[in-house]
């Protein structure tokens, strides 16, 4: 018999990471590095889980690893949809925007096929030093995992969450100026597609109702269900044309709801704007096209990239310019920054005078 202490050695025993520990619980590897370190965010369910499986496997944490991703990569993520005009825009200016101040930007793009948890994970494993998230789902358990990691913005809705930072457009303005510019044409029946769906739908159907009550019009409040989408918002127009008595105008939750709108009220031979006015919302490429001709609620991308930009690097305690500080911390403390942009009204010519109910 070979004595064991003589016996050639066998292949080395690969050692365990956080990903075996990940996929051993069909959880995400960021909530496992967040349990791993101690950080806050996972529940306690979810810290005994993983630390029994990381027991159970032999993890050992790996201190060259660690010191590798303590390093500065410069690198800012952004989670969106690519099916957004605006959020398209606003990632487009950023690039160009965080280049100047010597940052790069690593995109997860959002569609039905991948949502909030796999996009931030796919950007916390390119390393990122800080992101932000266009309207992401409720309960995401990778994005709280990475806000024990990183600083996390969220764009594109408020936060119900009174420490999380959050630059948005000033919705209420915006649609009080829609309001306003209508009530100025002689509309009374404004009818507001949207409300559907998750934020910002609700919201901005909750600041229509709001313009509406300051116009004295509180008792014509009509919203019509409709999430931002094209076809959500056909359908709403169909809605609206079945009725015996239609609105003289509409104000969408989206341009994009307003697009498919305009799509449905030109098949059924409604003239835009002579029976029936039309406003969108974000005044993307979609609105100033000939076809469309939209007018619609201004979002300023220059605005919401600078203020994001300079959230974001803030909390990294960099510089306008990027430059770091001195004594730079992980994250800057502070209270949460809750910024409106600006917001205001483009008039094109789907909107009119109101036509006459004699």
């Known amino acids: 018999m070979t004595d064991p202490a003589t016996r050639p050695p066998g292949p080395a025993r690969r050692l365990p990471t956080m990903k075996d520990v990940a996929d051993h619980l069909g959880v995400s590897r960021q909530l496992v590095s967040l349990v791993l370190r101690g950080a806050d965010g996972p529940s306690a369910e979810s810290r005994e889980r993983i630390l029994a499986?990381?027991?159970?496997?032999g993890?050992?944490?790996?201190?060259?690893?660690?010191l590798l991703r303590q390093s500065s990569t410069r690198t800012l993520g952004i989670a969106f949809s690519l099916g957004n005009a605006f959020q398209v825009k606003v990632v487009e200016r950023l690039i160009a925007v965080a280049g100047e101040r010597g940052y790069r930007m690593a995109l997860a793009p959002i569609h039905a096929g991948r949502g909030t948890d796999e996009a931030v994970g796919s950007l916390m494993e390119q390393r990122v030093e800080a992101l932000a998230v266009f309207n992401p789902e409720p309960g995401s358990e990778a994005l709280a995992a990475a806000r024990g990691m990183v600083p996390v913005l969220q764009l594109g809705e408020w936060s119900a969450d009174p420490t999380q930072d959050t630059v948005h457009v000033d919705e209420a303005t915006g649609l009080r100026l829609a309001v306003e510019h209508l009530v100025g044409l002689g509309h009374e029946a404004i009818a507001f597609v949207g409300g559907r769906g998750e934020e910002p739908g609700p919201a901005r159907a909750r600041a229509y109702e709001e313009a509406m009550r300051q116009?004295?019009?509180?008792e014509r409040i009509d919203v019509v269900p409709s999430d931002l989408g094209e076809e959500e918002g056909a359908a709403a127009a169909r809605t609206v044309l079945a009725r015996a008595v239609r609105p003289t105008a509409l104000v969408c939750v989206?341009?994009?709801?307003?697009?498919?709108?305009l799509a449905v009220l030109a098949r059924a031979g409604v003239a835009v704007p002579g029976e029936i006015s039309v406003v969108g919302f974000d005044d993307?490429?979609?609105?100033a096209l000939s076809f469309h001709d939209l007018t619609s609620v201004h979002q300023d991308v220059d605005?919401?990239?600078?203020?994001?930009?300079?959230v974001l690097l803030e909390r990294?305690?960099?510089?306008?310019?990027g430059a770091e500080r001195a004594e730079r911390s992980d994250v800057v403390e502070g209270e949460a920054r809750v910024?409106?942009?600006?917001a205001h009204l483009v008039v094109r010519g789907s909107t009119g005078s109101a036509p006459s109910r004699g």
């Open 284 to 287: 993307s490429r979609i609105a």
């Open 53 to 57: 499986a990381a027991r159970e496997l």
């Open 215 to 218: 116009a004295g019009l509180g």
């Open 59 to 66: 993890y050992r944490p790996n201190a060259s690893a660690r």
């Open 339 to 342: 910024i409106a942009t600006p």
């Open 303 to 310: 605005a919401t990239v600078e203020a994001a930009l300079g």
């Open 316 to 321: 990294l305690g960099a510089g306008a310019d």
């Open 254 to 261: 989206s341009d994009h709801a307003a697009a498919g709108a």
